[in-house]
């Protein structure tokens, strides 16, 4: 079965990093771009970054370019998000996608981490 | 950048059809692939059609995908509805630089 597993989530300062991690399962993960994305409370979804299938062709949404950092370890099946000077409207549930034949469309998704930044 | 814009809200009643649609703001509908995603309450976007018209497998044929270029919009018709199928309906496509979902559209059935 294929499985897209998030952690990392919690509650973080304004300004503070979190980093979260997105294990997968049941498919060949090298050979697939992955992505994040990210839905606001009671919001509509809104992507945030994309990583090639080598990890070294990465692309980000204008308002997270020079915070968020994707990264994949391929030997661990496993994808990352690094997130620095993290503000309030970054509050949201983060979901993992796997791409499928077009690297700007999802076909899995995961059950989502929330990362909440307030004081 | 563009935009994707849905109607906020629709509703239906069982057996009806209802067809959801999504405009693009600028450039060329049918020059980038246009994705439907399905979210019920409480649970992760799950893919209904890809591609502009094709269904994963799983997805009942009564969900259809399509483009019309002269309104530069894409629709996504559910026929038969059934109260399973409430929920909120993303369409998302992209361009050189960016990945873009519309606005969501909360399909109730009463």
């Known amino acids: 079965e294929v499985q897209l597993l998030e952690s990392g989530g919690g509650l973080v300062q304004p300004g503070g990093s979190l980093r979260l991690s997105c294990a997968a399962s049941?498919?060949?993960?090298?050979?697939?771009?992955m992505s994040w994305v990210r839905q606001a409370p009671g919001k509509g979804l809104e992507w945030v970054s994309r990583?090639?299938?080598?990890?070294?062709?990465?692309y980000y949404a204008d308002s997270m370019q020079g915070r968020f950092t994707i990264s994949r370890d391929n030997s661990k099946n496993t994808l990352f998000l690094q997130m620095n000077s993290l503000r309030a409207e970054d509050t949201a549930v983060y979901y993992c996608?796997?791409?499928?034949?077009?690297?700007?469309?999802?076909?899995?998704w995961g059950q989502g981490t929330m990362v909440t930044v307030s004081s | 950048n563009f935009m994707l814009t849905q109607p906020h809200s629709v509703s239906e009643s069982p057996g009806k059809t209802v067809i959801i649609s999504c405009t693009r703001s600028s450039g060329y509908i049918a020059n980038n692939y246009v994705q439907w995603y399905q979210q019920r309450p409480g649970s992760s976007p799950t893919t209904v059609i890809y591609e502009d018209n094709q269904r994963p497998s799983g997805v009942p044929d009564r969900f259809s995908g399509s483009i019309d270029s002269s309104s530069n919009s894409a629709s996504l018709t559910i026929s038969g509805l059934k109260t399973e199928d409430e929920a909120d309906y993303y369409c998302?496509?992209?361009?050189?630089?960016?990945?873009?979902f519309g606005g969501g559209t909360k399909l109730t059935v009463l």
């Open positions: 996608a796997k791409s499928g034949r077009l690297m700007e469309a999802f076909d899995i």
């Open positions: 990583i090639s299938t080598s990890g070294r062709s990465t």
């Open positions: 998302q496509s992209y361009d050189s630089s960016n990945v873009v």
């Open positions: 049941g498919f060949s993960f090298s050979n697939y771009a």
